[in-house]
């Protein structure tokens, strides 16, 4: 390869090193010629050195890989690229298509120019298939979701189709009965008509608990650096509003900050403290506290209250659809608030868990991105 005699007693060295590798290692002249190729080599293609020898590392190339080879070879040969580290294809003498991680590096001589390749060439076929069938397996795994997703949005709004219109006219005339025949109705037909009031809006909670889950489950998020502290300042003065009668301390630590989809960060707190709200109103007044700090990459928010508290032995349950610690007297709901907490934080890559006993307040902790995740940042 060439007349430098360190050069010819830097190959023979190199050729020891080749022979003696569980790589496969190979020489490669300027024009793209296979010089020099080890028995590992020889494993990896199928080919015996005396096959490939003095042959075109094209002709082992697969066909969709041979112009990005060549545009590898001429770069590095001219020194635009120094050293390349790269997966390429190849066909194994059976015919089999072979993935392979290429490392070439370029040896000069002492006037700087290019005077052979020299190959390193690992097999990853196992490995690219593996890749493969994970991606196959997240993609399915993807259109699995998306249609469960599509069925609970037609479900959902099937439901609220059908029901709204019926439950309105119940409400409607309920109320109107109400007014006109209060008079002649005595305390028990008056109870008998509260309570299909109730039932009529205690419906309407669920469809719209139903709306929520299959929203939150489904919408596209819009990542942005969000005002948790806003948020729950915003939140914390709706219940305010919603009740003015109620005494109430709200106390909101400033500068929680998370990356996420505000609309469904809203919907977070308004579930978690709305909660807090509606199990501390036996409390006077009504203490909500909410803190946080920032771990790394994670924001950590916590939300306190002095309520009623619940039994963790039954904390499996709380953030399941459907699933109530509470009848109605004492504030229980349609039981989706925490399954709706539970998607939106797990849509967030985020968490949420819960800390209780009974008549002593809970404690809602959730840990959410503090700064935009790697996929969405790139």
Do not use: C
Request: proline share 3%.
């Amino acid at each position: 390869m060439s007349d430098n005699t360190g050069q010819d007693t830097g190959i023979d060295r190199f050729r020891l090193a080749m022979d003696a590798s569980g790589v496969g290692m190979a020489v490669v002249d300027l024009q793209g010629h296979w010089l020099e190729v080890n028995p590992a080599f020889e494993r990896i293609f199928g080919y015996g050195a005396s096959d490939i020898v003095g042959t075109s590392a094209a002709a082992i190339t697969h066909p969709d890989d041979v112009a990005m080879s060549q545009s590898f070879l001429r770069g590095l040969v001219d020194g635009h690229i120094p050293a390349l580290d790269a997966q390429k294809r190849y066909v194994h003498r059976s015919g089999e298509t072979i993935w392979a991680h290429v490392n070439v590096s370029v040896v000069r001589d002492e006037h700087g120019h290019a005077s052979y390749l020299l190959v390193q060439v690992r097999d990853i076929s196992a490995q690219h298939a593996a890749e493969l069938a994970l991606k196959a397996r997240a993609e399915a795994e993807h259109a699995a979701r998306f249609a469960a997703n599509h069925q609970l949005q037609l479900f959902a709004d099937a439901v609220a189709h059908d029901l709204r219109a019926p439950l309105r006219s119940i409400e409607s005339f309920s109320a109107l009965l109400a007014d006109r025949a209060s008079d002649r109705l005595d305390e028990t037909d008056r109870d008998y008509l509260n309570r299909i009031r109730a039932a009529a809006s205690r419906m309407s909670g669920l469809l719209s608990a139903l709306n929520d889950l299959a929203y939150v489950t489904r919408t596209e998020l819009k990542p942005v650096d969000v005002d948790l502290s806003l948020l729950a300042d915003w939140v914390g003065a709706e219940l305010q509003d919603a009740e003015p009668q109620r005494r109430a301390d709200i106390r909101v630590q400033p500068s929680l900050h998370a990356w996420g989809d505000e609309r469904l960060l809203k919907l977070m707190l308004s579930q978690l403290m709305g909660n807090a709200w509606k199990f501390s109103r036996e409390r006077e007044p009504i203490r909500i506290q909410v803190t946080g700090r920032r771990e790394g990459q994670t924001v950590q928010v916590v939300i306190r209250d002095e309520g009623i508290g619940f039994d963790m032995r039954y904390a499996h349950k709380l953030f399941e659809p459907f699933q109530r610690l509470h009848g109605p007297d004492q504030g229980g709901g349609h039981g989706l608030g925490l399954a709706i907490v539970r998607r939106i934080a797990e849509r967030h890559h985020g968490s949420v868990r819960a800390d209780s006993s009974p008549e002593s307040g809970a404690t809602f902790t959730l840990e959410l991105p503090a700064q935009a995740l790697v996929e969405e940042s790139v």
